[in-house]
């Protein structure tokens, strides 16, 4: 299932040398999803920082646009899409908002991916896991300008200020989101209760369309997937790359978008997780190095996920 035509993605992510995080979980399901992925590393690291040790480099917001001067030189900076995730520096983020918009000026119809990585609850405890003035950008400046977002619940509740409770409050909240800017909203992890139970994850989306004749579309759905039990690192970058994908080859089916995301999402930690288990040994517990996704392993699962979390409509 190719693109009609040639699909590019302008990806400004991390890269990590070895494993795989940011650009290097986004660009391979992109490419095997029939995507054009032209990346900007906005750090090149040794490998990611849950590790004991890393190196490397930080791109910062000059280089960043010298790298946009170098493409618009050549004529070369026309996409379709563009896709971000873990940002830490807030002039490097507002540097992003300046190229979407000069980039949207170009295509009206250029669809910007963002997941605004801020932080995430443990045991219930919400914290940022970047610096607090990062927040102000991401909701003044980054998700107006955006068309697809895709939090986590703590994410969603430091944008919009209110805090989710119920499943009721989650779809306020993604209403909130929406008035905001992004037309598409998934909630990618939450701590409501499952209705299948304990065992579960519950996410959430929601699509909301105006058309030509001012009439709304809205369709929202809430997805249960099993949870895995392990701190497995880059899975918000290939869960934002697999939407993107999807959404682009059914771009009025989040259910069926979100039905196949979170499919092959569940088909690439199923293999990760055994595979990790095997390299550590009986009863040991995998390390980080164990714990790299498995991606060119699921290069099968990524292309034609065999639909194993079914959404539920709302």
């Given at each position: 299932m190719e693109p009609e035509r040639e699909c590019r993605v302008l990806s400004i992510?991390?890269?990590?040398?070895?494993?795989?995080?940011?650009?290097?979980?986004?660009?391979?399901?992109?490419?095997?999803?029939?995507?054009?992925?032209?990346?900007?590393?906005?750090?090149?690291?040794?490998?990611?920082?849950?590790?004991?040790?890393?190196?490397?480099q930080v791109l910062n917001s000059d280089e960043l646009h010298e790298l946009y001067e170098g493409l618009k030189l050549n004529k070369v900076n026309q996409y379709d899409y563009v896709l971000t995730g873990y940002t830490r520096d807030t002039s490097f983020l507002a540097m992003v908002v300046d190229i979407v918009q000069e980039l949207k000026q170009q295509n009206s119809n250029l669809v910007y991916v963002c997941d605004p990585v801020m932080g995430d609850k443990w045991n219930g405890e919400g914290s940022m896991y970047v610096p607090k003035d990062l927040l102000p950008v991401y909701?003044?400046?980054?998700?107006?300008?955006?068309?697809?977002?895709?939090?986590?619940?703590?994410?969603?509740?430091?944008?919009?200020?209110?805090?989710?409770?119920?499943?009721?409050?989650?779809?306020?909240?993604?209403?909130?989101?929406?008035?905001?800017?992004?037309?598409?909203?998934?909630?990618?992890?939450?701590?409501?209760?499952?209705?299948?139970?304990?065992?579960?994850?519950?996410?959430?989306?929601?699509?909301?369309?105006?058309?030509?004749?001012?009439?709304?579309?809205?369709?929202?759905?809430?997805?249960?997937?099993?949870?895995?039990?392990?701190?497995?690192?880059?899975?918000g970058d290939l869960f934002a790359a697999m939407l993107l994908a999807w959404t682009h080859k059914h771009p009025n089916n989040l259910k069926v978008a979100c039905e196949k995301t979170v499919s092959a999402m569940q088909h690439v930690l199923q293999r990760t997780i055994k595979s990790a288990k095997a390299q550590a040994g009986e009863g040991n517990k995998p390390n980080s190095a164990n714990l790299e996704l498995r991606m060119v392993q699921s290069k099968k699962d990524i292309e034609n996920p065999e639909i194993i979390v079914k959404a539920t409509v709302l």
């Open positions: 992510q991390s890269h990590v040398v070895r494993g795989y995080v940011g650009n290097k979980a986004a660009t391979f399901p992109l490419q095997v999803l029939g995507f054009e992925v032209d990346t900007v590393n906005s750090v090149q690291f040794s490998n990611h920082t849950g590790y004991a040790h890393w190196k490397g909701r003044d400046k980054v998700v107006p300008v955006a068309d697809i977002i895709t939090p986590n619940q703590f994410e969603a509740e430091l944008l919009t200020g209110r805090k989710i409770y119920t499943e009721k409050d989650a779809l306020e909240v993604m209403d909130m989101l929406h008035a905001m800017g992004p037309e598409t909203v998934v909630i990618t992890s939450s701590d409501l209760q499952a209705p299948l139970g304990n065992d579960y994850l519950i996410a959430l989306g929601s699509y909301r369309k105006t058309n030509a004749d001012g009439t709304k579309i809205t369709q929202r759905i809430r997805m249960e997937s099993p949870k895995v039990d392990a701190a497995f690192v880059g899975t």
